[in-house]
């Protein structure tokens, strides 16, 4: 412990090492603690994904068992969504939304450790259900009774890993919540706040809004397992398409929980290197909140072929055909602030640009699934893995590498080296379009997903498909070797590292244009 002295003199006991870390109550310190937790949480979801392709790169079983293979795709779903993409969004959360509203810290701070430290307890539990017998193969990620009312120990250690993992975004919105509205700088207006702020403000709301609903779904599936309770078993009276329903309207908003910090940091990155204000800030922002807003009025089509009236089935359709239209603004607004920008191609601005694409290869493709008898036929086939893998990971996952190299040289004050960035940047894209753009040919001619085995005319496409999948899983290991060389000393940032992209002094230009993040945060006269 060291002895650190106040205002008045007083010593004090301040912790040191391991100690530090266990008590932090620094917004930054917290959200580098998020950001690695989610760094190992994607490699482990990554090597969980390695051992599905490696299964599925022939016909036959090969590696893994039915059974293993099951535990597998439930834990590679769980873990990415909930210890990867979530934990890192949150971590961005903690380390740029005081520094880009002007407040000193989050509002809640032990609190905010609280959140973090929960996640350890969470991952441990749900990756250890995999070795208890019976593991954890409930029937994925979704977890439907009644395969997760049956099966052993390891699916209740799975439930009760969802309940903590649910805890801790609850409290980790409720603290982002309460920064953002309480603790801005003097002047900052709603209106004046960066969009990544924005998108986080209506991320939390949508995270309380929803993560309850999760919490009751679970709570029904283990009374029902462990306390002879029928929510789900329709033997005793319960239905389980109704686990359906409340499981589907905390999913769908999850879907966009995971996307709408996307948007933000697309929104930041994008304007700097075009060198021009973002275009069309207020229509961004009242975007943001309708694609919030519409996605708790889509669940339903998830469920297409669960036995809904046609009436149901035309009012789920349309209304994801209209969550479209918000979406499109965004679209068209980054493509405008571009228009006729002096444009440079660093990391950050490449995978923006590399997330605009495939975004809007995913939302085609989310719109033909939107469409009733079309959906019918692709309902649990691999073009439902392709469209939301094109969602999520060239979405959510490129975005995150974005934000990354955006703001690295702030976090550590060092530079990334720019060439290994560029070829991650590359290669990351083409291996990702190999694993998961034939996926679609997959689907549409008919192969089920969560299979081990498969008929013989699949096999060309799921070896094509397996060899993208290695090759993006290790160039992510490139993206490690290029964070860690920044981190343990790589080129001095300058104090203002993107300087040289933004000729516009921000100052300057018409309100409600917001400063750039990477400045300390003005008091807005």
Not at 72 to 90: C, D, K, N, Q, S
Not at 267 to 293: C, D, H, N, Q, W
Not at 301 to 306: E, L, P, Y
Request: charged share 10%; glycine share 10%; net charge neutral.
């Amino acid at each position: 412990m060291a002895v650190i002295q106040d205002v008045h003199g007083h010593g004090h006991d301040h912790p040191t090492g391991i100690m530090r870390w266990l008590t932090t109550t620094n917004h930054k310190d917290i959200g580098t603690l998020y950001l690695c937790f989610s760094l190992v949480m994607l490699f482990v979801g990554g090597f969980l994904a390695m051992g599905i392709r490696a299964e599925l790169f022939m016909p036959g079983i090969q590696i893994l068992e039915p059974e293993v293979f099951n535990s597998f795709t439930t834990l590679h779903g769980l873990i990415m969504v909930f210890g990867a993409v979530m934990p890192a969004w949150v971590g961005f959360a903690n380390w740029q939304v005081p520094l880009m509203i002007g407040a000193p810290d989050m509002a809640f701070a032990r609190l905010n450790n609280w959140s973090f430290w929960l996640l350890p307890v969470a991952a441990l539990l749900l990756i250890t259900s995999f070795f208890v017998p019976g593991g954890a193969a409930a029937g994925g990620w979704t977890f439907y009774p009644p395969l997760s009312t049956q099966g052993g120990m390891g699916t209740d250690m799975m439930l009760f890993a969802v309940h903590i993992l649910g805890m801790s975004s609850i409290m980790g919105s409720i603290n982002i919540i309460t920064t953002i509205l309480n603790m801005r700088a003097p002047g900052m207006t709603l209106m004046k706040m960066p969009m990544f702020v924005w998108t986080w403000l209506i991320t939390a709301y949508l995270l309380v809004l929803v993560m309850p609903v999760l919490a009751g779904a679970v709570t029904m599936v283990l009374t029902d397992r462990n306390f002879g309770t029928s929510f789900f078993n329709a033997a005793g009276g319960g239905d389980p398409v109704m686990f359906q329903h409340i499981f589907w309207f905390f999913g769908h908003p999850e879907v966009y929980i995971m996307i709408l910090p996307a948007f933000g940091v697309v929104s930041e990155i994008i304007p700097t290197f075009s060198r021009k204000p973002l275009f069309g800030y207020s229509s961004m922002v009242y975007a943001t909140a309708s694609i919030a807003l519409l996605s708790c009025f889509v669940w339903a089509h998830h469920m297409f072929t669960a036995g809904m009236p046609v009436a149901g089935q035309l009012f789920f359709m349309y209304a994801t055909m209209l969550i479209a239209v918000p979406t499109g603004v965004k679209v068209f607004n980054w493509t405008a602030t571009m228009w006729r920008g002096s444009m440079t191609f660093e990391v950050p601005m490449l995978f923006s640009i590399g997330f605009i694409f495939l975004f809007v290869i995913g939302g085609f493709s989310g719109v033909v699934c939107a469409i009733v008898p079309v959906d019918i036929q692709v309902q649990d086939t691999y073009y439902v893995i392709a469209h939301f893998h094109y969602v999520l990971v060239s979405g959510a996952l490129f975005a995150l590498f974005a934000g990354a190299y955006y703001w690295l040289p702030k976090w550590t004050g060092h530079m990334y080296d720019e060439s290994l960035g560029k070829w991650h940047f590359w290669l990351s894209m083409v291996f990702f379009n190999v694993a998961f753009f034939v996926q679609h040919f997959l689907g549409l001619a008919g192969m089920p997903r969560r299979i081990p085995d498969y008929a013989l005319q699949f096999a060309d496409f799921n070896m094509i498909s397996s060899i993208g999948a290695f090759g993006f899983g290790l160039t992510q290991l490139l993206f490690v070797y290029i964070v860690i060389k920044c981190v343990r000393g790589g080129e001095k940032a300058a104090d203002k590292t993107w300087e040289g992209a933004t000729t516009l002094e921000w100052t300057h230009l018409p309100s409600p244009a917001p400063y750039h993040s990477f400045e300390t945060p003005p008091v807005v006269k």
